[in-house]
């Protein structure tokens, strides 16, 4: 078992808690798209190795993800 | 002499799994997150039924999904990790963990999708569960599919096919099957808890 999968497989389900308990609170939305964004970062670097591949993968998905979470933020 | 600096060039351009199953995540974030936009401008222009349509979601199974999604994530990013270092039985085992919980997701979509049909809830009810069926129905497809494939890998680690010395299938495989984390980390949120 690798030490640093399960560290950010941990920290990916206490996020996940906390957003549920956050869930229906219209002030909270920010939030919730915050720990999305983390989330999604997170499953990227670690899980799908992006942090091995060369700094422009992670540039274009980071500003894909941004970008979507700005639309979700400017339309919720 | 020559070739050999343009070979490692491109391994360290390469991102694991190969330029290939990248495009693919690329093309399927981005198709998603055009979905979520198109979601997000319905809200705006059916309040009401967004309103109604949210209130009918459980979200408790979906949390619960989120939780058993991310866990097939770790067991997969496990999988390749063993796989690399030769372990063979362990990868095998993670692997398969993983299928379970892709397994696991389709059943309790399964439930979800019953309970709305129990309710007498459609695909062309309204504006929400038309975009709910649409994105999350989606979504389980790409969710199968990975399942198939990663059957498919566990059967090519069992019987020797993938090794320590030959695994790049199975990084695709897992790259594809961690796309669907991804997705649904943008779902999740933007359909159950906004």
């Given at each position: 078992?690798?030490?640093a999968?399960?560290i950010?497989w941990l920290t ?18 920010w939030?919730i798209?915050a ?19 060369m ?8 500003g ?13 | 002499?020559k070739?050999?600096p ?13 330029v290939?199953v ?7 974030v981005?198709?998603?997150g055009?979905g979520?936009?198109?979601?997000l ?7 009401a039924?967004?309103q109604?349509g949210?209130?009918?979601?459980n979200?408790?199974l ?30 095998l ?11 696991a ?12 049909a129990?309710?007498g ?12 069926f ?6 389980l ?11 498919f890998?566990a ?14 299938n199975?990084?695709a ?22």
């Amino acid at each position: 078992m690798n030490r640093a999968n399960t560290i950010v497989w941990l920290t990916l389900l206490i996020m996940t808690v906390a957003s549920f308990a956050m869930g229906g609170h219209r002030t909270a939305a920010w939030m919730i798209l915050a720990l999305a964004g983390v989330k999604f970062a997170l499953v990227a670097w670690q899980f799908m190795e992006l942090r091995k591949a060369m700094a422009l993968w992670s540039v274009m998905l980071g500003g894909l993800l941004v970008v979507i979470l700005a639309v979700a933020m400017i339309l919720r | 002499m020559k070739e050999a600096p343009a070979i490692e060039a491109d391994a360290a351009w390469e991102p694991p799994g190969g330029v290939l199953v990248w495009i693919i995540v690329f093309l399927e974030v981005l198709t998603f997150g055009a979905g979520i936009g198109v979601f997000l401008f319905q809200a705006r222009d059916h309040a009401a039924e967004f309103q109604r349509g949210h209130e009918l979601l459980n979200q408790p199974l979906a949390f619960i999904n989120t939780l058993v999604l991310l866990t097939g994530g770790w067991c997969m990013a496990n999988g390749v990790v063993a796989l690399r270092c030769g372990l063979q039985a362990p990868a095998l085992r993670w692997v398969r963990l993983a299928i379970l919980t892709g397994l696991a997701f389709a059943v309790l979509k399964g439930i979800e999708y019953g309970e709305k049909a129990r309710h007498g809830i459609g695909f062309a009810d309204d504006a929400f569960f038309t975009q709910y069926f649409l994105l999350t129905g989606f979504h389980l497809m790409h969710v199968l599919v990975a399942v198939v494939l990663l059957f498919f890998m566990a059967r090519g680690i069992q019987s020797g096919r993938y090794h320590s010395g030959d695994h790049e299938n199975v990084e695709a495989s897992g790259i594809f099957w961690h796309m669907c984390d991804l997705i649904w980390l943008l779902l999740y949120p933007v359909i159950y808890l906004l």
